[in-house]
């Protein structure tokens, strides 16, 4: 009798478990003092490491090229999981898959969610001609990140758990914090400034990553993917339309999104399509650079 694919992914997952368990008890760590924290996405690698300094090492499970809504851990990843101190989530659909898995191998890991406490949007679809963005029914923007304003409670958020994990080094972690929220407000004060003169206050994206960092400074977000979609031709024309109401000419394309409906409508629209990436490491400098594009400057 033939078996199920099912039943081998399963055996194989029980014997890489079994794996696991036997190295990460024959390894101790080698420096109990550094906390080794996972992230879902890279900016809040950025966040964890900028906070917790020397005494943390911070690792994102999304690197670049991939996308986040679809993304598969890879067993590399997996297995240093197993030996993580914290692994910080954001959202975004990999990781309620992921982390029953992760907390059956390493039951002292802390799940800390970068949700709790902010105020959540919900994940917008395209605009359908009445100038409201539509909500994707009962799904919440995992994009955090994007915020200056919502990184500084993020941070804080990592701050006080790594003084609970390390209370030892509490003043670096204080100290620490203390420099990153001083970056955020200057580039909050920066950016607040650049869209105060500003004539252009929509802008278009393929994927809608940018939400809150559009609701932060008084933006408009249209999106041309629509619920994880490439537009159809009606919708396609409908954009267009949008676009050319708004005097949009950049579009903001993610680097692993395909850029074709991009293209239609940069070419109808008679603007070009620009890759802007929410999930770049350097996100003090991505943000303004993005900010720039926005605002239409050179």
Same mark, same amino acid.
């Given at each position: 009798?033939?078996?199920?694919?099912?039943?081998?992914?399963?055996?194989?997952?029980?014997?890489?478990?079994?794996?696991?368990?036997?190295?990460?008890?024959?390894?101790?760590?080698?420096?109990?003092?550094?906390?080794?924290?996972?992230?879902?996405?890279?900016?809040?690698?950025?966040?964890?490491?900028?906070?917790?300094?020397?005494?943390?090492?911070? &690792?994102?499970?999304?690197?670049?090229?991939? !996308? @986040?809504? =679809?993304?598969?851990?890879? +067993?590399? #990843?997996?297995? %240093? *999981?197993?030996?993580?101190?914290?692994?910080?989530?954001?959202?975004?659909?990999?990781?309620?898959?992921?982390?029953?898995?992760?907390?059956?191998?390493?039951?002292?890991?802390?799940?800390?969610?970068?949700?709790?406490?902010?105020?959540?949007?919900?994940?917008?679809?395209?605009?359908?001609?009445?100038?409201?963005?539509?909500?994707?029914?009962? &799904?919440?923007?995992?994009?955090?990140?994007? !915020? @200056?304003? =919502?990184?500084?409670?993020? +941070?804080? #958020?990592?701050? %006080? *758990?790594?003084?609970?994990?390390?209370?030892?080094?509490?003043?670096?972690?204080?100290?620490?914090?203390?420099?990153?929220?001083?970056?955020?407000?200057?580039?909050?004060?920066?950016?607040?400034?650049?869209?105060?003169?500003?004539?252009?206050?929509?802008?278009?994206?393929?994927?809608?990553?940018?939400?809150?960092?559009?609701?932060?400074?008084?933006?408009?977000?249209?999106?041309?993917?629509?619920?994880?979609?490439?537009?159809?031709?009606?919708?396609?024309?409908?954009?267009?339309?949008?676009?050319?109401?708004?005097?949009?000419?950049?579009?903001?394309?993610?680097?692993?999104?395909?850029?074709?409906?991009?293209?239609?409508?940069?070419?109808?629209?008679?603007?070009?399509?620009?890759?802007?990436?929410?999930?770049?490491?350097?996100?003090?400098?991505?943000?303004?650079?993005?900010?720039?594009?926005?605002?239409?400057?050179?």
């Amino acid at each position: 009798m033939m078996l199920s694919y099912s039943w081998h992914k399963r055996v194989l997952w029980q014997a890489f478990v079994l794996m696991l368990l036997f190295f990460t008890q024959a390894s101790p760590a080698s420096d109990e003092t550094v906390l080794r924290v996972f992230t879902s996405v890279v900016p809040q690698q950025y966040f964890a490491q900028r906070v917790g300094g020397a005494f943390v090492k911070a &690792e994102a499970l999304v690197q670049p090229g991939f !996308s @986040p809504e =679809l993304y598969e851990p890879s +067993a590399r #990843q997996i297995a %240093e *999981l197993a030996q993580a101190d914290i692994f910080v989530r954001v959202g975004m659909p990999f990781e309620e898959g992921l982390l029953p898995r992760i907390q059956s191998i390493n039951k002292t890991m802390r799940i800390a969610d970068a949700r709790t406490g902010l105020n959540l949007r919900k994940l917008e679809a395209h605009q359908h001609g009445d100038d409201h963005a539509h909500a994707v029914e009962n &799904e919440l923007d995992p994009h955090l990140w994007t !915020s @200056p304003r =919502l990184a500084k409670q993020m +941070a804080a #958020q990592l701050r %006080e *758990l790594f003084s609970e994990l390390r209370p030892v080094h509490k003043a670096e972690f204080e100290k620490n914090y203390a420099a990153f929220v001083a970056d955020l407000e200057t580039l909050d004060k920066e950016l607040s400034a650049r869209f105060a003169k500003t004539g252009q206050k929509t802008f278009m994206v393929f994927h809608p990553a940018w939400g809150y960092f559009a609701d932060d400074y008084g933006l408009v977000q249209l999106s041309i993917e629509s619920e994880g979609k490439e537009p159809s031709a009606k919708t396609l024309a409908t954009i267009i339309e949008q676009a050319k109401q708004a005097k949009v000419k950049t579009i903001l394309v993610q680097p692993e999104f395909s850029q074709r409906a991009a293209e239609q409508v940069a070419k109808a629209i008679e603007g070009q399509v620009v890759a802007a990436n929410p999930l770049a490491y350097d996100y003090l400098e991505n943000l303004r650079q993005v900010s720039r594009l926005i605002a239409g400057e050179k």
